[in-house]
């Protein structure tokens, strides 16, 4: 069973930085592909950013240029830099590791991580 462990979310000023954490248990982070997905209030969740087994990434629009997804293999962790924040970023995050296997996607995901810019 995959289980996922995000850290770093906090409170932070507009134009700030926080790195979030996704400890992954077991040696997936090079098998799955890995992502992180935002939800906020009254809104459906969404793609922010992803990185595939082979290292390709990709990234929501809103984030390009500000945001930036990166894994280390060793630690089983995947991390999003996010520099440049704004109001509109705040959102519980949660990490997510997916699969497809015989025509199926499997997706697990972690408990999340609140990030709120405010001033």
């Known amino acids: 069973q995959v289980q996922l462990v995000e850290s770093g979310g906090n409170l932070v000023q507009p134009g700030g930085s926080l790195k979030l954490s996704c400890a992954a248990s077991g040696n997936i982070v090079t098998i799955y592909t890995m992502g992180w997905y935002r939800q906020a209030p009254g809104k459906q969740r969404e793609l922010v950013a992803s990185i595939t087994s082979d290292g390709s990434t990709n990234y929501a629009d809103s984030v390009k240029g500000r945001f930036a997804i990166s894994r280390d293999n060793a630690k089983n962790t995947v991390y999003l830099q996010m520099n440049s924040l704004k109001p509109e970023d705040t959102a519980v995050y949660y990490c997510?590791?997916?699969?497809?296997?015989?025509?199926?996607?499997?997706?697990?995901w972690g408990q999340g991580t609140q990030v709120t810019v405010s001033s």
């Open positions: 997510n590791a997916n699969r497809w296997r015989f025509g199926l996607r499997a997706d697990y």
